[in-house]
């Protein structure tokens, strides 16, 4: 007897389930794209097994404990303090286009379950669920997965990234689990580690090749990803926001969603996930106009000056920043009334009449006359104890009765559970918006949750994010929490830019910024040319590889340029003119990476048909001559005209050795045959410890 099936595919990859008469659809395939045909039913092909359950129960789309299945479950409630045993009956299972909904009851559990299985603009599977009390009593929810998926049987690795301030993304890679691995988030963000989710290798996977998939949970609270192993010999990948016990407690009629999970499945290797990973997050971010414009070079005021400031200093900061280049002039911290260190202030959204007696609008139309868009700092989710806010509305911070309320950065955090909360917050901020000529915020968030506030203050971040973005639809807003402590598909929904690190040495930077692009697109990372010797760090760089660092995202300036020598200041503004002749190429299209011989790294950027390339070097070359570098997404190409446009540090002292070949590439492109590229590499020149060569790539045919 053939199988009931529902399936989703895409180009690369297939999602395949048996619908069946009881009970939740069976998993039949995830993975590499397979075409099922008339499948016989799962059932025909699964003999006895011993230790067993007489009643087999292969993984399903919502599996369950106490039924016979032993791994992961989908989910655990209680009803009236005790553990209800779910038992589905029969599921609707509707299929349109490319989204199939699953919806699932237990009458006598007092339990529905929908979930939604839909394919992306790019490639990637969007997984949903929602659970919904058909019961009179409350139902707590202690768990529902956003996603639990088998893996394949040839999986052999798992990659995550760890962090902290200051050292953000630190790539982990790991065996499978003999039993289970888990990654977890309890501060009350998504953390230092980037955005909570997984890269899974298949046998062999490489950056450009080999079956891969990777989770990326749309959530920027407390969450859970786990990857256990199945005595059947193959792995269970679920993840879903971590909840408290009591923390969901639905009255009859009400219902909680899970967010939303993001699965790329690729055969193309880890650069094919990150593919699709990043047209799934840019279906998700809503630009003012409806299109990305080109993204304009920043200057942040805050290494420049910290709190140190006032109108006439910032306003003669301003003057420098247009005068090289800049397009965007972001006010930082210190502002506002009260605030001339971190113990005083958030929370009195109003300006510093000290520091600006004249209120904010003269500083932003001077901005703006100097021909530059006027961006502000704010840390709304945050108060200081001294603030008149505090001192009126000590209830309105997340605490628990009888407790020491514990400070970080001198701050508490604002219960935005609460409406009131929210309406204050919105209120303060629209008013300003409305007196001053703001076209950019950049919203921090510095300190871990503790208590958390759990779900409900997570979705108050992002119902306060709707309505100021509904009210000023033209406003951009820059995600920062500590640097990269919120970076995750779930803000994307609510911002345009991510802050990836207060860490803006470059040699930090470079491993941050590659982790950034395994799951979010290099447009929304900011990435800034910071002081030498970088304020994070204390290492010295030179301009050239600080500025070619910065290239590979949305570029900024992040010191004052009044301070630089006058060829130092020569040489961003060109470096700020480069990035204006690029950006077309750097934002908005596939992004590749991988690793050269002699430790170098390198990113390509665009399409295969004309694309940016860096090649990186950060540590001295090990090797007497460079090998030539293999670029593998150019497997299929035509002819490929590349040109060095330059080279980013090294260039003073002693220069580089350098060929007839360099030399002629510097002056115009050199054409290679893709598949040699591919294949047998591009030569590469001598590349010093701490620089970075940049070349611009086209097909032959576009050339001419």
């Known amino acids: 007897m053939s199988a009931q099936l529902a399936s989703l595919h895409s180009a690369e990859a297939s999602l395949v389930l048996e619908c069946r008469a009881d009970g939740a659809p069976l998993w039949r395939h995830l993975g590499a794209r397979a075409e099922p045909g008339e499948l016989p039913l799962l059932a025909d092909s699964r003999t006895a097994a011993s230790f067993s359950l007489d009643r087999d129960q292969p993984l399903s789309t919502a599996p369950a404990a106490g039924l016979g299945w032993f791994g992961p479950e989908a989910l655990s409630v209680r009803r009236g303090g005790k553990t209800c045993t779910v038992a589905f009956g029969p599921a609707e299972v509707m299929v349109h286009g490319d989204t199939i909904t699953v919806r699932l009851s237990d009458d006598a559990a007092g339990v529905l379950l929908e979930q939604r299985f839909a394919l992306a603009p790019g490639g990637a599977l969007l997984f949903d669920a929602r659970i919904e009390n058909i019961g009179s009593s409350a139902l707590a929810v202690d768990w529902l997965a956003s996603a639990l998926v088998p893996l394949p049987r040839s999986s052999n690795g798992l990659i995550s990234w760890r962090g902290r301030h200051n050292a953000e993304l630190q790539e982990c890679r790991e065996a499978m689990p003999a039993q289970r691995w888990e990654r977890g988030a309890r501060r009350g963000i998504s953390g230092h580690g980037g955005p909570p989710g997984v890269v899974v290798l298949g046998a062999g996977a490489t950056h450009h090749a080999g079956l891969v998939h990777a989770l990326q949970l749309a959530w920027s609270g407390d969450s859970r990803i786990a990857v256990e192993r199945d005595d059947e010999g193959f792995w269970v990948l679920s993840a879903g926001a971590a909840l408290a016990p009591g923390e969901v407690e639905l009255a009859g009629g009400n219902s909680y969603t899970a967010p939303q999970a993001v699965l790329a499945v690729s055969v193309q290797g880890r650069n094919g996930a990150s593919v699709q990973q990043h047209a799934a997050v840019r279906g998700l971010v809503t630009w003012p106009g409806g299109i990305m414009r080109p993204r304009p070079v920043h200057l942040n005021s805050w290494e420049a000056c910290y709190f140190d400031h006032d109108e006439a200093r910032i306003g003669e900061l301003a003057e420098a920043a247009a005068a090289i280049g800049v397009e965007r002039f972001v006010l930082d911290d210190g502002w506002f009334k009260g605030r001339s260190n971190d113990t005083a202030g958030l929370g009195d959204w ?18 703006r006359a100097l021909g530059m868009e006027f961006g502000l700092w704010v840390e709304p989710e945050m ?18 009765e009888g407790l020491e309320r514990r400070t970080g950065r001198h701050q508490l955090v604002l219960d935005l559970r609460r409406v009131e909360v929210r309406d204050y917050l919105f209120g303060a901020l629209d008013a300003l918006l409305r007196e001053v000529p703001i076209g950019y915020l950049k919203w921090d968030h510095n300190r871990d949750l503790a208590p958390t506030g759990g779900a409900a203050q997570v979705n108050g971040t992002y119902a306060l994010l709707e309505r100021l973005r509904f009210a000023h639809p033209q406003l951009e807003i820059e995600g920062c929490a500590g640097g990269g402590g919120r970076s995750d598909a779930g803000m994307a929904r609510h911002v345009h830019r991510f802050w990836t ?9 470079v ?55 006058e060829r130092d200041r020569a040489e961003l503004t060109g470096w700020i003119a480069f990035y204006k002749q690029w950006r077309h190429l750097l934002h908005g299209g596939a992004t590749w990476l991988g690793a050269g011989a002699d430790g170098l790294d390198w990113q390509a950027a665009g399409s295969a048909d004309e694309f940016i390339l860096f090649v990186t070097r950060v540590a001295p070359a090990l090797d007497r001559r460079p090998q030539p570098l293999a670029l593998p997404f150019l497997t299929n190409m035509p002819a490929i005209d590349l040109q060095l446009l330059r080279i980013g540090g090294g260039e003073r002292g002693y220069p580089a050795a350098s060929a007839p070949l360099y030399e002629a590439m510097r002056a115009a492109p050199h054409r290679f045959s893709g598949s040699w590229l591919a294949a047998a590499g591009l030569p590469l020149p001598p590349l010093k410890a701490e620089s970075v060569a940049i070349f611009h790539g086209r097909t032959g045919a576009v050339a001419k």
């Open 350 to 367: 109003t300006c510093d009449p000290v520091k600006y007696p004249n209120g904010l609008k003269p500083l932003a139309d001077k901005v």
């Open 383 to 400: 108060v200081n104890s001294d603030s008149d806010l505090y001192r009126m509305h000590p209830d309105w911070v997340l605490a628990e």
């Open 511 to 565: 491993s941050m910024q590659r982790g950034f692009q395994n799951w979010l697109p290099p447009e929304m990372m900011g990435a800034h040319v910071g002081a030498s010797p970088a304020h994070a760090t204390g290492r010295t760089q030179s301009l050239g590889f600080r500025a070619g660092v910065a290239m590979a995202g949305h570029f900024g300036i992040e010191l004052d340029p009044r301070r630089l020598e």
């Open 501 to 509: 690190s207060d860490n803006i040495d470059a040699v930090s930077r």
